[in-house]
């Protein structure tokens, strides 16, 4: 409509004319301008009124497409191996550009694998403590060189009914995550962290510190031990005042909006919603379920989903591209390897280093799990609900090989491939 077009405008200019004329001066100066007002009142009401035509476009919501250069390789992955399902989590330069799920999470059941679907993640529950403890060390409430045993030390002489030697008061923080304690084994040099598995946390632990040995000197040999992590989770508990878990969930698992992190149980009746069945092979099947979970929360106990797990990552490796929890010189703590052999200058403090990535590998009975960061902008997350017998090197370490190719695969091939999305 024009401005000309308009009825209001035309009648009230009409009027205008028609009362200009009139005999009666003083009355027609006075309507005059009375309609002279109102003409302009009505074409500013006009002018101003919001137009039909002029409603903006909404905006187009980009989601995301199947990709079957990236499908193609994981399923080709899951063929070879027998793996029941899997579930993908890839991010570009701090965006989850790909998310994807495949196989089954209940081969019985036949339960499609969903992005939802939360899985046990194993070792990779170790960086999860690692990181703990750099929080409290940025906090400055810890220092990875405080003693953990003995008068001076964090969990003092709580544990155990025997006298400490020297080698278990020379035990650092440091020492328990770089891997470099010595020990805590028994017979034929077999981790503790399985024995008794009947006891609670606190009777295996004291039962741990008098029958289990430190065989080297703390800081002279890498070896890699899982009781280190189970007493780490115990510091947390100690200078915290906290549960382990309720620890991380207050401190950095909800701030981030990690919410799939759990805990996990023992027995198959116990698994949390959205929680995979695990399937073992060879010599660990039967084995799934057959172990204290509950007591491997700080080394291996954690369950969560792929996309969860990666947020996590993208938060602890230095990248700027979304925000970190570790500030620049507690991140350059938490990498920091023990040293040349006999010790490992890759493994750092909950995390491993290879050339310019970041990674963690996790396996137990049935599951499978790692991430992986690139210094491109790169990361991926990636857990299989089953996992090849490592009981078997014939037949676990191709596995692994083939697990680790298709990680760098997935990082530094079809880089272009990905829409220009964030799903986190």
């Known amino acids: ?33 009375g309609l002279l007002f109102s003409a302009f009142v009505s074409i500013f009401i006009w002018s101003c009124s919001p137009k039909e035509d002029s409603d903006p476009t909404p905006p187009t919501v980009v989601t995301q497409v199947d990709i079957p250069v990236i ?19 890839i991010s570009k330069n701090g965006k989850l550009v790909y998310k994807k799920a495949y196989g089954k999470a209940d081969v019985e059941g036949n339960i499609a694998m969903t992005t939802n679907h939360r899985m046990r993640v194993a070792s990779v529950s170790k960086t999860f403590t690692g990181v703990a403890i750099m929080r409290l060390v940025q906090a400055g409430k810890l220092s990875l060189d405080d003693k953990v045993f003995g008068p001076d030390g964090i969990l003092g002489t709580t544990y155990g009914s025997k006298a400490y030697n020297d080698r278990v008061k020379g035990v650092t923080v440091k020492h328990l995550l770089q891997m470099t304690t010595g020990g805590w084994v028994l017979a034929n040099d077999r981790d503790a962290i399985d024995s008794n598995p009947a006891m609670n946390n606190t009777a295996f632990f004291n039962w741990m510190m008098d029958n289990a040995i430190l065989k080297y000197n703390p800081g002279s040999q890498y070896w890699y031990i899982n009781t280190n992590y189970f007493i780490a989770a115990r510091i947390v508990e100690k200078v915290s005042g906290k549960s382990f878990y309720q620890f991380m969930k207050d401190d950095f698992l909800t701030p981030l909006g990690i919410n799939s992190a759990v805990y996990g149980k023992s027995a198959m009746t116990n698994l949390h919603p959205d929680e995979t069945k695990y399937y073992g092979q060879g010599g660990l099947k039967g084995y799934e379920y057959n172990l204290n979970i509950e007591r491997r929360d700080g080394d291996g106990g954690l369950v969560i989903n792929a996309s969860d797990l990666l947020k996590f990552v993208l938060a602890i490796d230095g990248n700027p591209s979304r925000p970190d929890i570790l500030d620049a010189t507690t991140f350059q703590k938490f990498i920091e390897g023990s040293g040349p052999a006999p010790l490992n200058p890759n493994f750092g403090n909950g995390i491993l280093k290879w050339n310019t990535r970041f990674l963690f590998y996790g396996a137990l009975p049935g599951t499978r799990s790692s991430f992986m960061t690139e210094n491109n902008g790169m990361a991926v997350a990636m857990i299989f609900n089953g996992n090849a017998d490592y009981t078997n090197n014939a037949v676990y370490n191709p596995f692994t090989q083939a697990h680790h190719a298709l990680l760098v695969d997935i990082l530094t091939n079809n880089l272009n491939v990905y829409l220009d999305i964030d799903q986190f």
């Open 71 to 89: 499908d193609g390789k994981i399923e080709a992955f899951l063929a070879s191996y027998k793996i029941p399902g899997a579930s993908l989590a």
């Open 1 to 33: 409509m024009t401005f000309w077009s308009n009825p209001d405008v035309i009648k009230n200019l009409l009027l205008i004319k028609t009362f200009s004329t009139m005999k009666f001066q003083s009355f027609s100066k006075i309507m005059y301008r």
